[in-house]
C-alpha cells in the first residue's frame, strides 16, 4: 500500500504541533518494540464534557507525526465520550489508509488518547496485535 495523500499531507504539514499551557488532560505514550523508538506526548483542553482542543509533541516517524496531527484534528470539538469509542482502525481509515508497517502509529496516538482521558486500555481497545 502506497501513503495516501492526506497521510503525506498530515505528515509534511502536521497539526497541533506543541503544548496546550495548563491541559486539562496529559499523556504521553511510546512504542514498546520493533525497531522504532517513537514517543508522543498529547495535551487536552476540555469543557466539561467537550475536547475543545489537542496538540501534540512527538520524537517520531513519519506515521507517528501523521497519525497524532490527524487525531488532533480528529477530536476538536467532540465529547470524551466519543473520544473513547476511537479506534486505530478509524484513525486509519481518517488518513486514507495506511501500510501495515505504519500500524503501530496508529495504535501509538490512540493510547495517547485513551490514557490521557482515563478510557479502558484493555488489548482489545487498541488493537488486535497484542500491544499495549
Known sequence: MRFSEKYIDHFSNPRGIGEIEA????????????????????????????????????????????????LVEMVANISLSEAREMTPEALAEYLGGIPDKKRHSVELAIRALKTAIGANLSPESINSNGMT
Open 23 to 70: 491541559p486539562d488532560l496529559t499523556a504521553e505514550a511510546a512504542h514498546e518494540g520493533g525497531g522504532c523508538f517513537d514517543k508522543v506526548r498529547l495535551t487536552i483542553k476540555t469543557s466539561g464534557d467537550m475536547i475543545v482542543e489537542a496538540r501534540f509533541r512527538a520524537r517520531a516517524c513519519s506515521g507517528t507525526i501523521a497519525s497524532c496531527s490527524a
